[in-house]
């Protein structure tokens, strides 16, 4: 991958991630006094089901691998303190 794509895409998804929460605040939603929680689920579900779209244009397939066990390790964790 050429680092440019690379840089581009970083600068992208800080500006998305950065305004992930923006809708929340519209006057629309604030007129309706949608429940935040409730909204936030909303928008969090339509982010995933429409995430699932890029997949129709790339050739993957899934595989599990060690990176994916040490990837969970941190919320594991995290579950088991959270717990005590």
Do not use: E, N
């Amino acid at each position: 991958m050429d680092p440019t794509t690379g840089f581009a895409a970083a600068l992208a998804s800080t500006v998305f991630f950065g305004s992930f929460g923006v809708p929340i605040k519209s006057q629309a939603i604030v007129q309706a006094q949608v429940d935040p929680v409730v909204f936030q689920c909303y928008k969090t579900a339509a982010c995933f089901c429409s995430s699932w779209l890029a997949l129709l244009f790339v050739d993957f397939k899934f595989t599990v691998g060690a990176g994916g066990a040490h990837a969970l390790c941190p919320w594991s964790c995290w579950c088991d303190i959270r717990r005590l």
